[in-house]
């Protein structure tokens, strides 16, 4: 379903088993690259917890926002993504480059995420793909100025958002999570998984071919 220019709504696009596995997988990464509460540039902490997956994960702190190839904590490097990700990608954008960052946001109650634009990554014709597992979430879209009207919209488990085109930098945030409307993450709460491509494309950045062609 198209939202406006640039914005479409998956409604439903993974199904209540492939949340359950995903999430699985999601959460047994996490072990290895704890969630945190990344500092914004002022000093303030998020109120949004945060890790990563892929080669590149997003982190802030009073250096400024950006990319790096491991966690800053653990010094490790970020999990690799799970192959429904990338499938999944594959199957919202059609494109044979894979991503390289899935941010994996964590929303208990009371945090949010203030209007912003997706704007660190290295080349901004490649799309965001959000993907929502758990509570609902009342999702605020903007447009390309901080100043032009909003609109809520709500983003339930399973439902996959995608932001391409004219649509790839408009301004998106999350009013509030709907506590309850979910049973999905153990003991409440949402994740949110946005994959993108934040690095320049490299000749080594082919996806590989879905799951189900692979051979055993």
């Not at 914005?7 to 995903?22: E, K, N, S, W």
């Not at 080669?55 to 009073?62: A, C, E, H, I, T």
């Not at 879209?141 to 983003?155: E, F, I, K, Q, V």
């Not at 399973?158 to 945030?173: A, K, T």
């Amino acid at each position: 379903m198209q939202i406006k220019p640039g914005v479409r709504l998956l409604a439903g696009h993974l199904d209540p088993a492939a949340q359950a596995v995903l999430l699985a997988e999601v959460l047994e990464a996490a072990r290895s690259a704890p969630f945190r509460r990344h500092k914004t540039p002022g000093g303030k902490a998020m109120s949004v917890a945060m890790t990563a997956l892929g080669p590149l994960g997003w982190v802030s702190d009073r250096a400024g926002y950006r990319y790096q190839p491991s966690h800053p904590d653990t010094g490790e490097a970020w999990p690799p993504m799970p192959q429904a990700l990338l499938d999944l990608w594959r199957q919202a954008t059609g494109l044979a480059v894979a991503p390289d960052s899935c941010l994996v946001n964590r929303y208990e109650a009371g945090a949010r995420m203030g209007l912003h634009q997706d704007r660190d990554e290295a080349d901004l014709s490649f799309p965001v793909v959000s993907v929502s597992l758990g509570d609902t979430a009342v999702f605020r879209l903007g447009g390309l100025s901080r100043r032009d009207p909003t609109a809520s919209l709500r983003l339930a488990s399973g439902d996959v958002l995608v932001l391409e085109g004219e649509g790839r930098l408009v301004h998106h945030g999350v009013d509030r999570i709907l506590a309850g409307s979910s049973r999905l993450v153990p003991g409440g709460g949402r994740i949110n998984l946005t994959l993108r491509r934040a690095g320049p494309v490299a000749l080594d950045s082919p996806l590989p071919p879905p799951q189900d062609q692979r051979k055993a």
